[in-house]
């Protein structure tokens, strides 16, 4: 199943230059990247697609302390390319496998008496570089003090992000601006103009601060800016001796950046030997009854994660073909926030939970709140995993609310990277899955580890229970798949039913019902979360049918219409049948989506049951109406489903 032809080329793959110096360029010959050195050995790159500029000479280099500088006076000693072409089969994902095919240029380069490289790949749609630092006389541990990485966009292009400073967790509202003024950016920032749709992030954060990026007003040209440690340093370098790859996906339409996999083919192979238990679900939860305040956390007389519950819930989902009922709350103490990861609340028999759910073939997903308490998490963590091992829990859903980790670092410093990772390696060693809220933005690292399903960071839900402000509005859903969606699946727990929250006025879901259903489908993550309180499904068995028989796990996925914070229509096919489903969404305009089936198999009919905005729909007015329809279609149908303003429509198609 697995081919893999990597070829060692001796000489220069050589294009057009942009710059004098060592050139490398994608497979397809379209994608160039040119490294020189100017008079005093400040080493730049710069990238061109069909003689067009991508990004004009950027710099490359840090600042440091404990070691000199690696700013100037760099000779690159020498250039060995690399084709590799290999295809890689997914444990889960948006498709069964996925191709690494990109040219390698490594230069090797001697700097004040030491060695050093940068690596670039350049795949047909997009770049990758990175830092070695290798361990020699002269250069031990060290500092990074700055990171001196560019990216000169020719011009200021249209561009989409989130800013890094007073947004938590990633959970801010992407903003449409100029490039020139993002100030200090999260990525991914995903970047249009000149007829062209990218995306700047990175790949692979290992023991490495995250990667944000700053804009000078008036300059198009953005520059690295690491998240540091709240004692001003930005990374310690000690035992791993690269950088992440800093990567720009670049691509003429937006389905093709939205299928860009060069930020999985720029980590590791999978780590994990036996992933026989690392199994893509649906899940339901004890949860938005918590964030309507309807029930609590913490024990008592409102206490929501009781034995009792619990099994009510597990019922449902063993009725309705959900894999497992997440229970935040089961431990103590949530009052105080000083939290056991192995002492359920007396009301609360993890024994008799995972024995029931086993029985009816349901996981309890359990739940590490740890209040940011990160040496309190750590102390216990290998306790806490070995519990979840010893009861059989193989999915944990983790949780760092507080903006400080132990009151001091950043999520995304390399403080936090550094127990992010700690924690998903430890329930890799116990067989447990891993679902982070709060976390560091990801990078691709699922594809090493497969137990990483699903992480947050992203504006998600439950904003629409508590925010006053009127939660997320139509266009937010329509954007997050362009720009947090890129860097890997996310857990926005959508399918809410009943978008009633009396407790707090001003709050609400601004979508209707048919949006919610497509969202399940959209937002892409293995292990999918429908919000809603059980008694919201009970009342609707017409739509709840349609998230019963949505799988999370694709053999392929296509888009065949998108447009950033407009519109989307996603259509994957399942795993493990012959099944596809479509689903579109739009933001705050009504229109019909139009588009052709010609993914489907030819020569073959398929039903298609079709769930779409009713009569009248309207997420303001009445969102609630929803068309459930049934008709034959094949691959050369075109469907015209009209989407009401923020509604949607998901359908399945069986042969
Ligand atoms: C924020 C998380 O996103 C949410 O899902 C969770 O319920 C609360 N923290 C409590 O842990």
Not at 57 to 71: D, H, I, N, Q, V
Not at 88 to 102: H, K, L, Q, Y
Not at 414 to 424: A, E, N, S, T, Y
Not at 567 to 585: E, L, N, P, Q
């Amino acid at each position: 199943m697995k081919q893999l032809t990597v070829t060692l080329l001796s000489i220069a793959f050589s294009v057009a230059p942009l710059m004098a110096g060592y050139h490398v360029a994608s497979p397809d010959g379209r994608l160039c990247l040119s490294v020189d050195t100017d008079a005093a050995g400040v080493l730049r790159y710069s990238v061109e697609r069909d003689g067009v500029t991508v990004l004009n000479p950027s710099r490359l280099g840090m600042l440091t302390s404990g070691a000199e500088p690696f700013a100037d006076g760099f000779t690159i000693k020498n250039a060995t390319y690399k084709d590799i072409d290999e295809t890689w089969p997914t444990v889960w994902g948006e498709e069964d496998s996925i191709r690494n095919n990109c040219r390698e240029m490594r230069l090797d380069l001697v700097q004040g008496g030491r060695d050093l490289a940068v690596v670039f790949r350049v795949f047909n749609d997009g770049l990758g570089f990175r830092y070695e630092f290798p361990r020699q006389p002269g250069l031990g541990d060290f500092t990074i003090t700055d990171e001196l990485t560019e990216f000169a966009f020719p011009e200021s292009h249209t561009s989409w992000s989130i800013p890094a400073e007073k947004v938590n967790y990633y959970e801010g509202i992407y903003r449409q601006l100029p490039l020139d003024s993002i100030g200090t950016a999260s990525t991914p920032v995903t970047i249009a103009g000149d007829g062209l749709y990218m995306a700047l992030h990175e790949a692979n954060l290992t023991d490495y601060a995250a990667m944000n990026v700053t804009a000078t007003p008036g300059s198009p040209v953005l520059k690295a800016s690491l998240t540091p440690w709240s004692t001003g340093e930005l990374v310690f370098v000690t035992d791993v001796r690269h950088s992440p790859w800093r990567t720009l996906i670049v691509t003429e339409s937006l389905p093709d950046l939205m299928l860009s996999r060069i930020m999985l083919n720029l980590n590791e192979p999978c780590a994990i030997e036996d992933t026989s238990w690392i199994l893509p679900q649906r899940y339901i939860g004890i949860w938005w009854c918590y964030h309507l305040r309807k029930l609590t956390w913490g024990n008592g007389e409102r206490h929501g994660a009781t034995t009792a519950n619990m099994k009510r819930y597990i019922d449902f989902a063993a009725r309705h073909g959900f894999g497992g009922v997440l229970a935040e709350g089961w431990n103590k103490d949530w009052w105080t926030y000083d939290f056991s990861f192995t002492e359920p609340y007396d009301d609360f028999d993890t024994d008799s939970v995972c024995t029931y759910g086993r029985e009816r073939g349901v996981q309890f997903i359990s739940h590490h709140e740890t209040g940011s308490k990160v040496a309190n998490y750590e102390a216990q963590l290998d306790s806490a995993f070995a519990y979840c091992r010893d009861k059989g829990i193989h999915y944990v859903k983790t949780g760092y609310t507080h903006k400080l980790l132990d009151g001091a670092e950043r999520h995304s410093s390399q403080f936090g990277v550094r127990h992010m990772r700690k924690v998903l390696e430890t329930a890799a060693r116990y067989g447990v899955n891993i679902d982070n809220h709060e976390p560091v933005m990801p990078t691709g690292l699922q594809r090493t580890w497969p137990n990483l399903m699903t992480q947050e960071g992203v504006r998600g839900q439950e904003w629409d229970a508590w925010n006053v402000a009127g939660g997320n509005q139509p266009s937010h859903t329509v954007t997050v798949p362009f720009t947090r969606g890129l860097a890997g699946p996310m857990d926005f727990t959508p399918v809410t039913f009943n978008f009633d929250n009396p407790v707090l006025p001003g709050t609400r879901v601004c979508t209707t019902l048919a949006k919610q259903l497509a969202l399940f489908l959209i937002l892409y993550s293995p292990l999918q979360m429908a919000s809603d309180m059980i008694e919201n499904y009970e009342a609707n068995p017409g739509p709840l049918a349609f998230v019963e028989s949505c799988p999370t796990d694709w053999a392929r996925t296509v888009y065949p219409e998108a447009e950033i914070g407009k519109f989307i229509t996603v259509a994957r096919k399942d795993r493990h049948s012959d099944d596809w489903f479509v689903a579109g969404a739009t933001g705050d305009d009504a229109r019909t989506a139009r588009f052709s089936l010609d993914f489907l198999d030819p020569d073959c009919t398929y039903t298609a049951i079709i769930y779409r905005d009713g009569e009248g729909a309207d997420w303001e007015t009445n969102p609630y109406p929803v068309t459930i329809e049934r008709r034959k279609v094949d691959a050369s149908t075109v469907l015209e489903i009209p989407e009401a303003r923020s509604g949607g429509f998901a359908i399945r198609l069986m042969k």
